[in-house]
């Protein structure tokens, strides 16, 4: 049996760029409003702190079992469906979540889609 990550890895760097772009974004705000440390009582802050926050509560612990699925010898077709699934689910979260509690019913069903997709890849996975 040949082992090999590659599928892992591909997925892990769009994962990781993602929470790059979610850690930027509370940084960036945390410039502009001057809020060294916490949220400073700001509900956007404090958005963006939990959208970074559930990004990775859910994501190092799946790569973690794609990992493992991937060296266990999974066909690469099912690790790909795991790996698109949760990139699909943590994005359509992701951008459902800046607008602070769901604005509206785009907003309501992104964010049950995306948690939803999200807890079923990881449940698949494990």
């Known amino acids: 049996m040949h082992l090999s990550i590659q599928i892992t890895l591909l997925y892990a760097g ?27 009582d700001n509900p956007a802050m404090l958005t963006r702190i939990r959208a970074f926050g559930n990004f990775m509560e859910y994501v190092p612990g799946f790569v973690l079992l794609m990992l493992l699925l991937d060296l266990s010898g ?22 459902t979540f800046y607008g602070g509690p769901p604005q509206n019913t785009v907003q309501l069903v992104g964010r049950v889609v995306g948690a939803s ?8 996975a494990a």
């Not at 769009?14 to 400073?40: E, F, K, N, Q, Y």
């Not at 997709?117 to 698949?124: G, N, P, R, V």
């Open 14 to 40: 769009i994962l990781g760029l993602l929470a790059g772009v979610l850690a930027v974004r509370v940084t960036m705000l945390r410039a502009a409003l001057d809020i060294p440390i916490g949220d400073g």
């Open 74 to 95: 999974v066909a690469a077709i099912q690790l790909h469906v795991l790996g698109v699934a949760l990139v699909a689910a943590r994005l359509i979260y992701s951008l």
């Open 117 to 124: 997709l999200t807890w079923l890849a990881l449940f698949a």
